[in-house]
């Protein structure tokens, strides 16, 4: 069946360090790809996505791109802040569209 | 729009007790979806709706689990009885149309089961 594997965390990082967050899926066909970000005490809430091969989703400075060759989706900033503190999830949609797979999540901690 | 509201936001109670999550989407959203978050397994589907009707339980661990939505504004999620495995955080979520469309989730209810 369809799945996602993220890299495992805490990954813990300065003020202002670049961040990466890998992600690679399994999936039948072409699934849309998401990343979600949950912060403490709350649900969560989409990050970015990307529908199709090559395509690159950003948001608040992140982004990702949709790498068909490699099936992954690996998570970017250049220059992460405290207020990103937060558990990262990856997911794809499922054949039926209807569903979303999610990997495990990644605890990102940043340090001032 | 006051967002996807949950309720309670804790709950705790003893091995047997029945416990009801309850969940009320966003105006005008034909799906809602339950999932159970835990360190263990991570975020699970449990089972999620189309236009209130129940399309894809497979998710549900077993019997004991039960969710219904009798009507457009209003989710149930049912364990009776619980049991300490049941501790986790449970998230309701509800979108406009299908998922490649973005997920709105509630704040969830932290569940704990001594």
């Known amino acids: 069946g369809d799945s996602v594997t993220q890299m495992e965390g805490p990954v813990t990082l300065s003020e202002e360090a670049f961040l990466t967050i890998n992600c690679t899926y399994t999936a039948t066909g072409y699934p849309s790809l998401f990343w979600y970000v949950q912060y403490p005490g709350e649900g969560l809430q989409l990050l970015l996505k990307?529908?199709?091969?090559?395509d690159k989703g950003s948001n608040k400075g992140f982004e990702a791109t949709y790498r068909k060759e490699t099936t992954s989706f690996h998570l970017e900033k250049g220059s992460v802040q405290v207020s990103d503190s937060a558990v990262y999830f990856c997911?794809?949609?499922?054949?039926?569209?209807?569903?979303?797979?999610f990997g495990a999540g990644t605890i990102l901690r940043v340090k001032s | 729009d006051a967002g996807v509201i949950q309720s309670p936001r804790h709950e705790v109670t003893e091995m047997g007790q029945e416990v009801t999550l309850r969940c009320k989407p966003i105006?005008?959203?034909?799906?809602l979806f339950w999932y159970r978050q835990t360190m263990m397994r991570g975020l699970e589907l449990l089972i999620y709706?189309?236009?209130?009707?129940?399309?894809?339980d497979s998710g549900m661990p077993e019997d004991r689990f039960s969710a219904k939505m009798p009507n457009a504004s209003f989710s149930t999620l049912k364990i009776q009885p619980s049991e300490p495995r049941d501790s986790a955080v449970y998230f309701c979520?509800?979108?406009?149309?299908?998922?490649?469309?973005?997920?709105?989730f509630g704040s969830g209810t932290q569940l704990s089961v001594l």
């Open positions: 997911a794809l949609s499922d054949r039926s569209g209807n569903k979303l797979v």
């Open positions: 709706f189309n236009n209130n009707v129940p399309i894809d």
């Open positions: 979520a509800s979108t406009p149309r299908a998922t490649n469309e973005k997920l709105f």
């Open positions: 105006s005008g959203h034909d799906y």
């Open positions: 990307a529908t199709k091969a090559d």
